[in-house]
């Protein structure tokens, strides 16, 4: 059984930053792609960013240029800076685990965390 636990969520302005953290049990961390996704009230979970066990990204384009996803994987550990927050950034964001290398829809994530609300307001 993979455990995630996600950190950092919390109230930002406009325009501010957040990091998010998501700490993984298990020991085959390094072996696969790892997956940021958020849900807004009403709609459906989105993938924000993956980032597969070579380090290749991949980001949604409401996000590029603003977040980069990251990981440590002597720490099991996976990371989503986010910069230049805006009010439709807001959401619960959730990390996951891949079942595939691609994974780029929620059927392609096999365990989630508890996800961490995001509020952007002035």
């Known amino acids: 059984q993979v455990q995630l636990v996600e950190s950092g969520g919390g109230l930002v302005q406009p325009g501010g930053s957040l990091r998010l953290s998501c700490a993984a049990s298990?020991?085959?961390?390094?072996?696969?792609?790892w997956g940021w996704f958020r849900q807004a009230p009403g709609k459906e979970r989105e993938l924000v960013a993956a980032?597969?066990?070579?380090?290749?990204?991949n980001y949604a384009d409401s996000v590029k240029g603003r977040f980069t996803i990251s990981r440590d994987n002597a720490k099991n550990t996976v990371f989503l800076q986010m910069s230049s927050l805006k009010p439709e950034d807001t959401a619960v964001y959730y990390c996951?685990?891949?079942?595939?290398?691609?994974?780029?829809?929620?059927?392609?994530?096999?365990?989630w965390g508890q996800g961490t609300q995001v509020t952007v307001s002035s």
């Open positions: 996951a685990r891949g079942r595939v290398a691609v994974a780029i829809s929620v059927s392609d994530y096999d365990y």
């Open positions: 980032i597969i066990s070579g380090g290749l990204t």
């Open positions: 298990g020991r085959t961390f390094s072996s696969y792609t």
